[in-house]
């Protein structure tokens, strides 16, 4: 078993090396050069790094090879969108003291989509454009049913609420993050019906129809989304087992991630809703390892950036 152990995570630790090299380009070119630093923000559960792991693993170090100014921000990893949201905009401030931006391209993955996109409805003098990948931009049928199930049952809620709050303290502490924890906030702010709530305050780049495009521009802000449609992806990451498990959440026949559905993590310019990723391979997580048929998730950052820096962002 050992020996197993040792050839799995050689295999892990080359399959990364690989995939960063293959997304670095041989030279400085500027490709990832915007116009705007890029500010990546996490989702649930969420860190900026937690005992030597990065959240957005090679991320930022894709991005600044060829010329990109990238931040990593820290908000609370189980709360309302509105809470992240207020956390965020204070590190903004002080980000354009320290760049001399005025304004930054917001990425935010997962529950960081609705917190970003909070940030540029409510200061959209900080925001040149918001990108969500597999954004909780209108709900998710995993938290649909935790928050039934806890709704049915107090001893569920108590569950719920005590591991789920633990866990996020325990991630708050080792990841020096010092932010206050809810977890029920963060489940009941991803259901339906808060979803929607929250869209009809915050409607920018929102699709009008179940799965098409939203507003590409809206209150001078640019709006993009891309996710993935395939919860198993490498037999070598763990973390499949996560989203393996959680898809059964879904619909059958729904395309989904695993923990967001394809269509409700639709916002603004779609690039796409279908790569063959989970919901953590979006992220480049589990030392890069992801489907080795499909375009590598640092690629995809990098081709974003590009896109932005072409849009004047």
């Not at 991005?63 to 100014?69: C, N, P, Q």
């Not at 938290?143 to 719920?160: H, K, Q, R, V, Y």
């Not at 939203?214 to 709006?223: I, K, L, S």
């Amino acid at each position: 078993m050992k020996l197993l152990s040792v050839v799995v995570m050689l295999a892990a630790v080359l399959a990364s090396s690989w995939s960063y090299a293959m997304s670095k380009s041989p030279d400085n070119s500027g490709y990832t050069a915007t116009r705007y630093p890029i500010v990546l923000t996490h989702g649930l559960y969420g860190f900026d790094q937690l005992l030597g792991i990065d959240y957005w693993y090679k991320v930022p170090e894709t991005l600044r090879a060829d010329g990109a100014e990238v931040f990593v921000t820290s908000v609370s990893n189980s709360n309302a969108p509105e809470v992240r949201g207020e956390q965020l905009i204070p590190q903004l401030e002080k980000l354009r003291v320290i760049s001399g931006a005025d304004k930054f391209n917001l990425i935010g993955h997962s529950h960081g989509g609705p917190t970003v996109r909070y940030v540029a409805s409510v200061r959209p003098d900080l925001v040149a454009s918001v990108t969500t990948i597999a954004g909780v931009n209108k709900g998710t049928p995993v938290a649909e049913a935790l928050n039934d199930w806890s709704e049915g049952s107090d001893a569920f809620a108590g569950l719920i609420a005590t591991l789920g709050n633990t866990l996020a303290k325990v991630i708050d502490l080792l990841s020096g993050g010092g932010h206050p924890q809810d977890i029920m906030a963060s489940l009941q702010s991803m259901t339906f019906a808060e979803t929607e709530a929250f869209n009809q305050l915050h409607p920018g780049g929102i699709p009008a129809t179940e799965c098409g495009e939203g507003d590409y521009e809206y209150n001078g802000v640019r709006y993009y989304s891309w996710s993935g449609a395939k919860p198993v992806t490498n037999v070598l990451d763990p973390l499949d087992l996560l989203t393996g498990t959680t898809r059964l959440f879904f619909p059958a026949g729904e395309k989904n991630d695993g923990l967001v559905g394809s269509c409700g993590s639709r916002l603004g310019m779609v690039i796409r809703d279908d790569f063959r990723m989970n919901h953590l391979d979006e992220v480049n997580m589990t030392l890069g390892l992801h489907d080795l048929t499909e375009t590598d998730p640092l690629t995809v950052f990098r081709t974003h950036a590009n896109r932005l820096q072409q849009a004047g962002l």
